[in-house]
């Protein structure tokens, strides 16, 4: 399992530094580094960057490779500590996963099933203003989705590591769909707009 996880983290890092090239490579290249087009690029090119970078760094961190300058010492005070407080015997524990309880997974479906009988009753009963109803509606499947990710998918019992790479491409993705918004609603004034032409008028001729 080390040797997948070594080759895996790696991937990442290879992935993290081919975007950060690419980054600077369109900022070289560009000639005209202010310019919208130029700085989406990289600025997409970064967080795709930083998103790669957060599992390995993660696992660096984890396995004593990368030290920080603040924990080194605490995490010596902490072993200290529990060398002097835990038997010898009782040094090897076993670390068990924890997935939640059925009581928690009950707590959580009812407040689901709060969340929902709420949207249908804005649904049958809707609000006088229909900007603030679509409001409450987005955020509460939001925080449904939430929830669902969090514990019906385990995502809330998973490494940090992987919450950390998951959640911001997912929030990247949600915005580069952000992007297209304003050529759809300005392709909208472009369309053309059929106009039924007023009937014929008939002219009608005086007799002498």
């Given at each position: 399992m080390k040797k997948e996880v070594t080759v895996l983290n790696g991937i990442c890092a290879a992935?993290?530094?081919?975007?950060?090239?690419f980054a600077a490579f369109s900022a070289i290249s560009s000639g005209d580094f202010f310019t919208t087009d130029n700085l989406f690029l990289i600025a997409v090119c970064l967080l795709?960057?930083?998103?790669?970078?957060?599992?390995?760094?993660?696992?660096?961190?984890?396995?004593?490779?990368l030290a920080l300058p603040f924990t080194k010492r605490a995490a010596a005070a902490e072993a200290g500590s529990l060398l002097l407080d835990v038997p010898a015997e009782d040094h090897?524990?076993?670390?068990?996963?924890?997935?939640?309880?059925?009581?928690?997974?009950?707590?959580?479906?009812?407040?689901?099933?709060?969340?929902?009988?709420?949207?249908i009753i804005l649904g049958y009963r809707?609000?006088?203003?229909?900007?603030?109803?679509?409001?409450?509606?987005l955020g509460?499947?939001?925080?449904?989705?939430?929830?669902?990710?969090?514990?019906?998918?385990?995502?809330?019992?998973?490494?940090?590591?992987?919450?950390?790479?998951?959640?911001?491409?997912?929030?990247?993705?949600?915005?580069?769909?952000?992007?297209?918004?304003?050529?759809?609603?300005?392709?909208?004034?472009?369309?053309?707009?059929?106009?039924e032409p007023p009937p014929h008028q008939v002219e009608q001729v005086e007799e002498p």
């Open positions: 992935a993290a530094l081919g975007f950060v090239a795709f960057a930083l998103v790669f970078a957060v599992s390995p760094l993660v696992w660096l961190i984890e396995t004593g490779k090897e524990t076993e670390v068990v996963h924890f997935a939640g309880t059925n009581q928690l997974f009950m707590i959580v479906w009812g407040g689901l099933l709060v969340l929902t009988v709420i949207e809707p609000l006088s203003s229909l900007y603030v109803m679509l409001v409450i509606l509460l499947s939001i925080i449904k989705a939430a929830l669902i990710i969090a514990y019906f998918m385990h995502l809330k019992f998973e490494r940090l590591s992987l919450i950390l790479t998951v959640v911001p491409m997912l929030v990247i993705c949600i915005c580069l769909l952000f992007v297209f918004f304003p050529d759809s609603f300005r392709s909208i004034g472009l369309r053309y707009k059929f106009k």
